[in-house]
């Protein structure tokens, strides 16, 4: 089978998959925190050394991937892994980089599952534009009180703890935002009901609405305006490797259409016989190939030190080329498994939506591509 990862990065994957696959009948039915709690305990969300040690391999993002790849290989429900992948990319990565040491030693906790992080960025107006949010942290003596509200935040509804963008100065600078991270149960914060989703539903999503929400400067990450640049950070990684918990289930899907078309009589004959077939085959393996070589790579720079200022139009080509094959490769699935694939208790179904979802979430596709022409010198207008 593909084996398009670095070295010893399968043997991670091959040992999360095995370590996971007992818990996936266990947890089968169980809600959403149970199965955050029984997978972190696996180490998934377990950040390694900021740098890995002379000769090491992997190094700790790329293993972090390959764990990520594992519990989804293993059949970890896809919203779970996403969440995962969400935290530990999207959060936890970036916040190490951002927050002093002994800061972080008081939130690295939430590695070991007993506390569960969320992003609070996206308005009801919009979120591609972060320079227009309303949600506003005023100073108030050594603190500040936060108002607004903040939606379509994945796992809002059970958080512990919130990273929050909000506006502290005027107009559109790059220093009118700051963020902030404190417990979700800090008197003012409101949790809305979570959303009904028809795209990974093993994970909630919600809103979270600020009333007079008063914050110590301690919550404060980083300096005062310094938000935009902390929001650069988290959403250059989570484009640059968020997708990896679509790796797993990509993984399986290929496999399981191999093996049916194998063996499956078509024609008088066995429908892997087909050149059509086998076509549809080939391009399901070169987009998992594709998908998965664009993720380590990106993965290997990180490791290797490359700043994410300097990875921002290489992560967004990857959240596009990745997004865009999931989907391609669901598509081919489809159309081999034929009215299988809309029959939930058959042996060949298709998630059409969650892949789809994968073409809006951190940044829609259509924007991200705006950005990347714009790296290239084109004078694209919003």
């Given at each position: 089978m593909l084996r398009s990862g670095p070295d010893g990065a399968e043997a991670v994957v091959d040992e999360y998959r095995d370590l996971a696959l007992p818990l996936v009948e266990?947890?089968?039915?169980k809600g959403f925190r149970d199965q955050w709690e029984a997978l972190a305990g696996l180490g998934v969300l377990r950040l390694g050394p900021p740098v890995p040690e002379a000769g090491a391999a992997p190094g700790s993002v790329t293993r972090s991937l390959a764990m990520i790849e594992g519990i989804g290989l293993a059949g970890v429900d896809p919203g779970v892994v996403y969440a995962m992948a969400s935290q530990v990319f999207g959060m936890e990565y970036p916040l190490r980089a951002a927050l002093p040491a002994a800061a972080w030693q008081d939130v690295a906790r939430i590695q070991d599952g007993g506390e569960l992080l969320c992003h609070a960025l996206t308005e009801r107006k919009g979120g591609s534009d972060p320079l227009s949010m309303d949600t506003r942290a005023r100073r108030d003596g050594d603190g500040y009180v936060l108002e607004g509200a903040k939606t379509f935040i994945t796992a809002a509804?059970?958080?512990d703890l919130a990273l929050v963008f909000a506006r502290t100065g005027e107009g559109r600078s790059p220093f009118s935002l700051s963020a902030f991270l404190f417990p979700v149960s800090t008197p003012g914060v409101t949790r809305a009901d979570a959303f009904a989703k028809t795209a990974l539903p093993g994970v909630p999503m919600g809103e979270l609405v600020f009333d007079g929400v008063r914050l110590p400067a301690g919550s404060l990450v980083g300096g005062e305006g310094s938000g935009l640049a902390l929001l650069t950070s988290t959403t250059t990684w989570e484009r640059a490797l968020l997708l990896g918990y679509a790796l797993g289930p990509?993984?399986?899907?290929?496999?399981?259409?191999?093996?049916?078309?194998?063996?499956?009589?078509?024609f008088g004959r066995r429908m892997g016989a087909s050149h059509q077939v086998a076509s549809r085959i080939s391009d399901m393996a070169l987009v998992l190939h594709r998908s998965r070589t664009l993720l380590y790579g990106m993965a290997a720079r990180l490791d290797a030190g490359t700043p994410t200022r300097r990875l921002s139009a290489e992560a967004a080509l990857t959240k596009i080329s990745v997004s865009e094959d999931y989907v391609r490769l669901t598509e081919h699935a489809t159309a081999l498994s034929g009215v299988r694939a809309f029959?939930?208790?058959?042996?060949?179904?298709?998630?059409?939506?969650?892949?789809?979802a994968a073409l809006t979430y951190a940044g829609p596709n259509d924007?991200?591509?705006?950005?990347?022409?714009?790296?290239f010198g084109l004078p694209v207008e919003n």
């Open positions: 266990q947890l089968a039915g509804p059970v958080a990509m993984r399986r899907t290929l496999r399981r259409l191999t093996d049916w078309a194998s063996e499956r009589g078509h029959i939930a208790d058959s042996e060949l179904p298709a998630d059409l939506h969650s892949p789809m924007l991200l591509r705006i950005g990347v022409a714009r790296e």
